[in-house]
């Protein structure tokens, strides 16, 4: 996009703050100039009219719809979170999930130290709900050991994981497609769980 264009379409956005006594979305206006792309070229990008990504630049409080917001970012090629901070932290602590702290798209993106200082902290009631709870045994060092120590401090330890033989671990295994498999690796986690049930004399369900 040409620079005259760009001073045309900062004019109309200037006008529009001082008219309407709005905040500028300056963080999608760079991410827009850093990207090349005119209100216009954003628009067709995300399937609305150009006025609306232009109202979108002259007021920070509006929040587009969440598909347009994730049809922008992908096509400015930034976070969400950049450009409308506020519907992110919305999105996250509202109603009940303001006890929320923070969250992971998915399992293998949390860090083992969060893992190991959760486990550390808890003191009256260890709740672990995952198919196969494999990656425990492998993240945290001696981890039959810590879970013993709780129990002793009086802590109550609950697993749930996944029936070993059930139609849903064969269904799994057969889009997985790996050696190490799901049922193999629930056999794992009841073998670690087995020595604790030995030591303590404990009833231990196989699986759910």
Known sequence: MCKDSWDVAAVAWKNAQTS?????NTALRSAMETAGLS???????????GKTVERWVSDAELIPHA???????KALGVDEEMIWPKA?????????????????????ACPSTVWGELVANTTEDLFLAGYTNYFLW?????????????????CRVRFLLGD???EVTRNREAIEDVA??????????????GKLVRARNTIMVKGC
């Open 20 to 24: 309407q006594g709005e905040a500028l």
């Open 164 to 166: 070993p033989d059930g």
């Open 88 to 108: 992110v932290k919305d999105r996250i602590k509202t109603g009940g999930d303001r006890e929320i702290i923070r969250s992971y798209p998915y399992r293998s």
């Open 39 to 49: 209100p216009r070229q954003l628009a067709a990008r995300v399937g609305v009219s």
């Open 67 to 73: 598909r347009n917001r994730e049809d922008a970012c």
């Open 180 to 193: 190490l498999s799901v049922s193999t690796r629930i056999r794992i986690t009841l073998e670690h769980l």
């Open 138 to 154: 492998l993240d945290q060092p001696a981890f039959v050991e810590t879970l013993r120590r709780k129990l002793d401090g009086g």
